[in-house]
């Protein structure tokens, strides 16, 4: 049974960071595309990064976030710095075999875990 587990939400002031952290059970991870997901108060749930070789960068966090993994202890991470308002969201982990990385058509995901950033 696959199981994404998320960790490390919380409040931030605006200009702050945050780490997420993601354990993955169940599944080899080093053979999946992982990606962090968020879903906004109001809006669709919306690509943020994922990771194969290389990490790939919604628009909106290019050159904030920074998404890695450690395939040898089944976690992925996702390192948010300068963030804004606006990045307040419920955010997922999620898993996927094959596939366009930023299209959301994931095999698996975590439950969410909620970050709050105070203006």
């Known amino acids: 049974q696959v199981e994404l587990v998320e960790s490390g939400g919380g409040l931030v002031q605006t200009g702050g960071s945050l780490r997420l952290s993601c354990a993955a059970s169940g599944l080899t991870m080093s053979r999946y595309i992982m990606g962090w997901f968020r879903q906004r108060p109001g809006y669709e749930r919306e690509f943020v990064a994922a990771?194969?070789?290389?990490?790939y960068y919604a628009d909106s966090v290019k050159g904030r976030f920074t998404i890695s993994r450690d395939n040898d202890k089944d976690m992925l991470y996702l390192e948010m710095n300068s963030m804004k308002p606006e990045d307040t969201a419920v955010y997922y982990c999620?898993?996927?075999?094959?596939?366009?990385?930023?299209?959301?058509?994931?095999?698996?995901w975590g439950q969410g875990i909620q970050v709050t950033v105070s203006s």
């Open positions: 999620a898993a996927k075999s094959r596939g366009v990385v930023q299209a959301p058509h994931y095999d698996y």
């Open positions: 990771i194969t070789a290389k990490g």
